[in-house]
């Protein structure tokens, strides 16, 4: 069925929170193994149903934010949310406390309850207002975000679309999109200051009321962390300070180097070459019809989810005023379809959507026909973005399909870009680590801690005469510090496994791919830990592990270079 055909009525939530009640007691009630996990099957139909419902409103709101229906029907599921969350924690403490637990074990495995265990920690029926509120605040910010329209150069555009002008070769053309961009937030500084300053009181009061000290504990089990502990985050992130900045500062004294730029500004990172960065060569149904072909070539399974995606609309790509900003997979389990939400701007990025979002895809596909237990088909988010970003990698040898004679250009940007990636995704997690243990700061000290950490993990910027990154605003724009709290980190957990699979890839291009498909077809049947062990790849968190895969890595783009 084609995504334009799928219809979307309000979900009865009264009927389903009643529903899971009655199977709640079923469990409680059952005399046998077989009669809880009959239960669980049925708890897995219903929210089938729910969540698939709930996604296509979600999909139709952010492709079109002024979409009044929409926006309504956003809202009052961002209501019902945590309250169908209530019951399914119910639902969930009676498979957990079951005296038949080996036997459920044995049948659905030992992670889901260990998940379990920790889901239960983290809520509480008594923070259910608290919840709604957070919701209802997270879709006010996605709203804000999108209603920018920033007059440039004689046009008015989105944040987005100011993307390729940001990678312009005429250094006051990027110096303009950027201060244009920063205006936009600075025009709204005080709406932006107090969105987030509501959200990190929320969910500090949302801590308080579960019995921690601050919401940094419970941000952690929120984001299912069930192999590794804070204290191994942090280790991550001395590692990608001592071990990676250094390399990340060599690739932009390259990069300036290529410029002709003596002093390296904010608004020179984006521009990879002087003549250009690499640019997709093509129209979107160009670019579109570049990634089939790939697919099809890249292997039997790629082929017919490619086909199923752009046979029945699962995409929606490209930037238009009232669009919400970014990209995201999601999925419509009624359907066992997956959905990619991007904003085209004829940047690399387009590109990305057809190997990172697709990488999610690509997952989600194989989960839904391979994995039988609705609960072990997704890992934690890190190895979910391993997906997405190995992919990215996986696909190089089609790289050429997209950008011709900029081929060359793009990979070594590629893989430059994944270097000082994740210096940055680890001065998001260290801020909101700072913001969220002193939620107590004020706007323009929030600001300042930003800036600070600026300097320890790029180094290399300089914000000079730019009023909103310039005063330490920038992270303004990261939807997830806003969004989804300490999920950053993730992204750069799987960009050390991605640049593994990279390196496996230069050595056989066959054996990698295989290592791969073997990683995706377990699912999150493993903790995250565990998959990268279970095909033969380092845990990014063990010692050692991001000097000697990011040197490797780094060792290449030297190699690019004078080839």
Request: proline share 5%; net charge negative.
């Amino acid at each position: 069925m084609k995504f334009s055909e799928m219809t979307y009525t309000r979900p009865d939530v009264n009927a389903l929170l009643a529903q899971l009640e009655a199977l709640t007691a079923r469990v409680r009630e059952a005399d046998s193994a077989a009669g809880q996990l009959a239960a669980y099957k049925e708890r897995d139909a219903l929210m089938s149903h729910f969540n698939t419902l709930s996604s296509l409103c979600s999909i139709r709101n952010t492709v079109d934010t002024r979409d009044k229906f929409y926006e309504e029907e956003q809202a009052w599921l961002d209501e019902q949310y945590p309250l169908v969350s209530e019951k399914n924690q119910d639902f969930g403490r009676a498979l957990y406390e079951s005296k038949f637990r080996p036997q459920l074990e044995e049948a659905l495995g030992s992670l889901i309850f260990l998940n379990i265990e920790l889901e239960l920690k983290s809520f509480s029926p008594e923070i259910i207002p608290l919840m709604q509120e957070e919701n209802r605040l997270c879709t006010e910010y996605q709203k804000l975000y999108a209603s920018a329209r920033i007059p440039f150069m004689g046009k008015t555009v989105t944040i987005a679309q100011l993307g390729p002008y940001k990678q312009d070769t005429d250094r006051a053309v990027r110096k303009a999109a950027v201060e244009a961009e920063g205006s936009f937030f600075d025009q709204h500084q005080e709406e932006f200051d107090q969105l987030y300053d509501k959200l990190v009181k929320n969910r500090t009061e949302q801590a308080k009321k579960l019995g921690f000290e601050n919401y940094v504990p419970l941000g952690f089990l929120r984001m299912g962390r069930n192999c590794y502990s804070p204290q191994d985050l942090d280790g991550f992130r001395q590692q990608v300070v001592r071990d990676l900045v250094p390399l990340t500062v060599k690739v932009k004294e390259r990069q300036a180097k290529r410029l002709g730029i003596d002093s390296f500004k904010f608004y020179d990172n984006p521009l990879m070459f002087k003549d250009g960065s690499a640019k997709p060569q093509g129209a979107p149904e160009e670019i579109m019809a570049a990634g089939r072909k790939m697919y099809h070539e890249l292997s039997e399974e790629t082929g017919a989810f490619i086909d199923l995606m752009m046979d029945n609309e699962l995409f929606d790509v490209l930037a238009k005023e009232g669009k919400a900003p970014g990209g995201y997979c999601t999925s419509l389990p009624d359907y066992k379809y997956p959905f990619i939400f991007s904003n085209f701007n004829g940047t690399s990025g387009d590109v990305d959507v057809l190997t990172h979002e697709a990488g999610h895809a690509f997952a989600n596909y194989i989960a839904d026909r391979s994995i039988e237990i609705a609960d072990s088909r997704w890992p934690t988010m890190e190895g979910c973005e391993t997906h997405s970003m190995s992919m990215e990698f996986l696909t190089v040898p089609w790289h050429h399909l997209f950008f011709g004679p900029m081929t060359d250009k793009y990979e070594l940007s590629h893989a430059e870009d994944a270097l000082s990636f994740i210096p940055y995704g680890c001065l998001v997690d260290h801020f909101q680590n700072e913001m969220y243990s002193r939620p107590e700061l004020t706007p323009a000290q929030r600001n300042e801690v930003w800036a600070e950490l600026e300097r320890l993990y790029r180094p290399y910027l300089d914000m000079e005469g730019l009023p909103f990154y310039g005063r330490g605003a920038g992270w303004q724009r990261q939807m997830h510090i806003y969004q989804s709290p300490f999920y950053y980190i993730d992204y750069c957990l799987a960009q050390v496994m991605s640049l593994q699979f990279f390196a496996l890839s230069l050595e056989d291009r066959e054996k990698a791919w295989e290592k791969y498909m073997a990683f995706v077809r377990l699912g999150g049947t493993k903790t995250f830990i565990d998959l990268a062990h279970a095909v033969g790849l380092r845990s990014p968190i063990d010692q050692g592990c991001v000097k000697d895969v990011c040197t490797a890595a780094f060792d290449w783009t030297e190699k690019h270079l004078t080839e």
